[in-house]
């Protein structure tokens, strides 16, 4: 049953649109189940209908004419229920819904299971048999099964098909025009533009339909990458020849068959020449011989699918081997990938990058703070995103909401271009605010702070009336870099950046990495990396490393004297007095070399794990301050990966044992005299940020584009107002109602343009 079900998944997952989805699923359910009807209804939300999409054993006519009202018949008893109904004999239900001309009333025994996708109930599938008898445990499992499996490829291909362009049969389906596709927001604005999809190399799966450039050159390039790969195989036969029995051996010439048949190669120049260029082409190829493979009942003819992928392969690293590096990115490129990585982003000129879409991750991950960094629209997590079919497409990515629109109708762009008018002119509302102190209304100075990370963004940001850098990130340039970066080349980085803001303060973080953040030439695998090695964890177990590092922060230092170090991810108080101790020793060795005693900088411990709050005082009274990094301790707190879309919507800093903790935090701080800031992400969100003010925060770090926003907010609550907001925040139970409280706080305060746009 395993090895059925899996083909029919994959099968499905491969079909190019909804239509033959669900065509598919009927036909394969009905065989694997031996029934003698399938049936398989999609609900239509905005008429709250369910209809036939797809029957073998219905009269074919009536798909899309067979429309049942939400409630009404046994699809909608299964759909109500969401759970399935299990009959022996359907028309004598008191439910039983006839409809005349379907055929219907041959059949008996009837199972309805629903098909769910992320709680949201897509359709029902549908059994019957003709025989009056109701179906057993292991059919039902059968059916649930498949069903849940199904859902997620159903979405994926409703998003890129639509469902209304089904219900006549006969109709091309329309383009999912107004039906936006959900992810997560990742950072703050709405990007319109051309979706340009990144692919990583040597997945055929992930390779995007594009139109040929010059047919004939692609048609040249398949074949010399066919040549190539026989070459290989000739040459592997040639070196294993005395190691392997000859039976072994034939598998080279069965590739060797396959790469002669004519049938890989017509069809491939076939597709090329019909407008797909020649990587699609390969692919659509490839996955249509595995299924004629795989079909077949000769377990070794089955199993020869495995090959054929692993051929395609093959030649698609021929074909990627000297990509012609692309530089025709449209004037404003939306940047589309099932995974991005920050020199993905780089590679694109900032001026023509108007939003990012992202398959995984979520708002907390390092690409989508990155984004926000440089003030580019982002949708993470939209799982359900066709990639392969939206390359050229125009595309909306709202960052505000998460939301994606593919092809959008005209009314849906015009209103996303009135929200970024509107944001603009709120954008030169808050620049007025540039240079007035971030100062409540009853004289509490909350100075704000920016995060950085690239040098690149360091510069501009000196102009955004921030008062100093609350959390550089020195990872990423570890991260660019192809080696450990030595001590001058970290010297001239650090200095660059403490010199771009002296003589304000630049809190510079030692090397985080570990959890996702993962160096190339350092590569560390386990199980569960962010409760792994990471952070200081690494770096006191490579002194060798962490001593370059502070060197060259303290040389860097010198002369200025506007450095404050920070450590990340302390979890134990050892820690702390480890690292001070190489702290001490790098000052001291700078301090003979360079022959005038140098001063220790201020230093900060990350509360970022649940013990540090546990011990915030035991860790104060070490140090100079305390700087909350609210993403990990949310994640850590609430046991939600920070980067796991499927668990995203229960990431919520505003979760009151967030705010709890943070409390304890502040108050450990300033029972040592220490002061205490936030720099994750919450710092940037204006409802947190009220509350923030309202625990005795003493400085707030966030992205530079959200820090006129914040700048905002401070301006606008006293520190008295805050506080009896957080109060009343306190006393509620869960992160949604904090945030309504707050938000309805803010609009009341005449700042309703913030809630808008942050949630
Ligand atoms: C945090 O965890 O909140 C933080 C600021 O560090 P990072 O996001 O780099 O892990
Ligand atoms: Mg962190």
């Known amino acids: 049953m395993l090895e059925t079900l899996r083909r029919i998944i994959e099968e499905v997952n491969c079909a190019p649109n909804l239509e033959q989805a669900l065509t598919l699923i009927v036909r394969r359910v009905k065989q694997a189940m031996e029934v003698d009807l399938c049936s398989v209804y999609l609900a239509d939300s905005a008429r709250r209908q369910h209809v036939l999409m797809a029957t073998e054993g219905l009269n074919p006519n009536s798909v899309g004419r067979v429309k049942l009202r939400f409630g009404e018949g046994l699809v909608g008893l299964v759909a109500e229920r969401n759970e399935p109904v299990n009959l022996d004999d359907a028309p004598r239900h008191a439910q039983y819904r006839y409809c005349p ?29 003709r025989r009056p008898a109701r179906f057993d445990e292991a059919e039902i499992s059968f059916m649930i099964t498949i069903a849940a499996q199904l859902a997620g490829g159903i979405a994926h291909a409703e ?198 879409v992202s398959a995984r991750g979520s708002r907390s991950s390092h690409i989508a ?105 020195t990872e990423f340039p570890f991260l660019a870099a192809e080696r450990f970066p030595g001590e001058e080349q970290q010297l001239q980085i650090y200095r660059t950046v403490l010199q771009s803001f002296a003589p304000l303060p630049v809190t510079l973080r030692t090397l985080d990495v570990g959890g996702d953040k993962n160096l190339p030439y350092f590569p560390i695998e386990e199980d569960n990396p962010f409760l792994g090695w990471r952070g200081i964890r690494i770096t006191l177990d490579h002194p060798e490393i962490f001593m370059v590092q502070l060197r060259a922060m303290l040389r860097a230092n010198h002369q200025l004297g506007n450095l404050r170090l920070l450590l990340p991810m302390v979890s134990n108080v050892s820690e702390v007095d480890e690292a001070l101790e190489l702290i001490e020793r790098a000052r001291e060795e700078l301090s003979e070399e360079l022959e005038t005693p140098l001063e220790r900088p201020p230093v900060g411990v990350m509360v970022e794990v649940p013990s540090a709050v546990y011990q915030a005082g035991a860790l104060a009274k070490r140090v100079e301050f305390l700087s909350v990094g609210s993403n990990d301790l949310t994640q850590y707190l609430l046991a939600v990966d920070r980067n796991n879309a499927r668990v995203a919507d229960l990431f919520d800093s505003l979760h009151p044992a967030v705010l709890q903790a ?49 700048k905002w907010v401070i301006r606008s609550f006293s520190r008295r107002q805050a506080a009896e907001l957080l109060e009343q925040a306190l006393a509620m139970e869960d992160a949604h109602s904090i945030r309504r409280h707050v938000n309805a706080a803010l609009e009341r305060a005449g700042l309703g343009g913030l809630v808008h746009a942050d949630r």
């Open 101 to 129: 001309g379907s055929g219907e009333e041959q059949y008996h025994a009837f199972l309805g299971v629903p098909i769910v996708h992320h709680r949201k109930l897509l359709g029902v599938l549908v059994v019957q048999r």
């Open 159 to 356: 998003a890129s098909g639509g469902v209304n362009g089904l219900h006549r049969k006969g109709n091309p389906p329309s383009p999912p025009a107004n039906r936006p596709l959900q992810g997560l927001p990742g950072a703050p604005g709405v990007g319109i533009g051309t979706a340009v999809v990144i692919y990583p190399p040597a997945d055929l799966d992930a390779i995007p339909d594009r139109e040929p450039q010059d047919p004939e050159q692609e048609i040249a390039a398949y074949q010399a990458a066919v040549e190539a790969v026989r070459r290989d195989i000739l040459e592997l036969s040639r070196r294993l020849e005395k190691h392997l029995p000859a039976e072994e051996l034939a598998l080279f010439d069965a590739y060797l068959m396959l790469l002669d048949s004519g049938t890989l190669n017509d069809r491939v120049t076939e597709q090329i020449r019909a407008g797909n260029w020649v990587q699609a082409a390969l692919r659509n190829t490839i996955n249509e011989h595995v299924r004629i493979f795989q079909e077949m009942d000769d377990p070794y003819l089955s199993e020869r699918s495995d090959d054929l992928r692993d051929l395609g392969l093959r030649i698609l690293t021929y074909l990627q081997k000297n990509p012609p590096a692309r530089t025709d990115y449209p004037a404003r490129t939306i940047l589309v990938a099932e995974e991005l990585t920050a020199t993905l982003l780089a590679e694109i000129p900032t001026e023509q990058l108007a939003g990012v």
């Open 369 to 473: 703070i990155l984004c926000r960094a440089m003030g580019v629209p982002a949708v993470m997590g939209a799982r359900d995103l066709p990639i392969n079919r939206i390359d050229g497409r125009e595309i909306i990515a709202d960052g505000y909401t998460g939301r994606v629109y593919v092809s959008p109708a005209k009314e849906v762009r015009a209103e996303f271009e009135r929200l970024i008018r509107r944001e603009a002119r709120l954008a030169t509302h808050l620049a007025h605010l540039r240079d007035k102190p971030a100062e409540t209304p009853d004289g509490v100075r909350i100075p704000l702070y920016i995060n950085s990370g690239l040098i690149a963004d360091v510069i501009p940001s000196r102009d955004c009336g921030a008062e100093g850098i609350g959390l550089y990130r």
């Open 662 to 710: 943070l409390r304890q935090v502040v108050e450990e701080a300033h029972r040592f005299g220490r002061e205490v800031s936030v720099c994750g992400e919450m710092a940037g969100d204006p409802a947190a940020a009220v509350l923030l003010l309202g625990m005795g925060m003493d400085s707030l770090s966030m992205t530079v584009s959200g820090l006129p926003r914040i």
